[in-house]
């Protein structure tokens, strides 16, 4: 009998793994243009999604609506089977929960990059200092900034930068990490050093929602391409699918201009 027990057990157990986060008839209007339209979009625990589209097609706008900087008008959004918060409390728990790396990277200026990646694990997470710090200084080693603890942001390059928002985020141990076109203001020769953080942690099995210009992380990093456009997902599949054999004509148009050059 003990067998039936086990199995039972981890079925009890399958919310763990499933779906984490989940959007369901999402709408969003800026005044009279309809950013989000009707958008559905599921993400599993450990899925690494990738979301491509035209300038203008709303993607930014998706990531933001995940960890509610942008509100909804209509819809609902769940992250590991609880609605997203209003507000307060309740909302800093959450977007603990989920870490966010932007175009800029957001670090604080007067602070060292060890005080930027301390300041919310014990701010939220009421950790002690001694053991953030120690946190901390093993995450920067993780993305290869370690000897840059103790500068300044300002004294790092754009891509030492944003590999210390990415440190910053993870030290919250977020369930999902949203990059929203993280490598987008960044020279070219930086560009890959932190899409070598993101492969990583994507091999790691995080779970990771990226809007990106870069169709090589896409097609290397993503267990699913999304593809926006005029606000809505017009296709969403494997990589290998999506960039052989695109199904509608908006995703045919946009790969053959951004593949050829």
Not at 142 to 154: E, L, T
Not at 194 to 200: A, N, S, T
Not at 234 to 259: C, G, H, Q, W
């Amino acid at each position: 009998m003990s067998g039936v027990s086990v199995t039972k057990g981890t079925e009890d157990a399958v919310p763990a793994t499933g779906d984490l986060v989940v959007l369901s008839n999402v709408n969003k209007h800026f005044g009279a243009l309809h950013v989000l339209q009707d958008i559905d979009l599921t993400i599993a625990r450990g899925e690494v999604v990738v979301v491509i589209g035209p300038s203008g097609s709303g993607k930014s706008t998706l990531c933001r609506t995940i960890n509610r900087l942008e509100t909804i008008d209509s819809g609902s959004i769940s992250i590991d089977g609880k609605p997203l918060p209003q507000e307060g409390r309740e909302l800093a728990r959450l977007r603990a929960d989920v870490g966010m790396v932007f175009q800029s990277f957001n670090l604080f200026a007067h602070k060292t990059v060890l005080e930027n990646v301390t300041l919310g694990q014990i701010k939220v997470r009421r950790t002690d200092k001694k053991d953030a710090e120690q946190k901390a200084r093993s995450l920067l080693d993780r993305v290869g900034v370690g000897s840059q603890a103790d500068k300044y942001p300002a004294q790092l390059s754009g891509g030492q930068q944003q590999r210390v928002a990415i440190a910053r985020a993870l030290a919250m141990d977020p369930k999902v990490m949203l990059f929203d076109e993280p490598t987008s203001a960044l020279d070219p020769e930086m560009i890959n050093e932190v899409l070598e953080v993101m492969q990583q942690l994507a091999r790691d099995g995080m779970t990771m929602v990226v809007v990106t210009h870069e169709m090589g992380f896409a097609r290397s990093a993503a267990n699913r391409v999304v593809f926006m456009a005029d606000g809505r997902i017009v296709e969403e599949a494997t990589p290998d699918t999506f960039f052989s054999s695109p199904r509608s004509d908006r995703a045919k148009d946009f790969l053959s201009k951004i593949l050829h050059h």
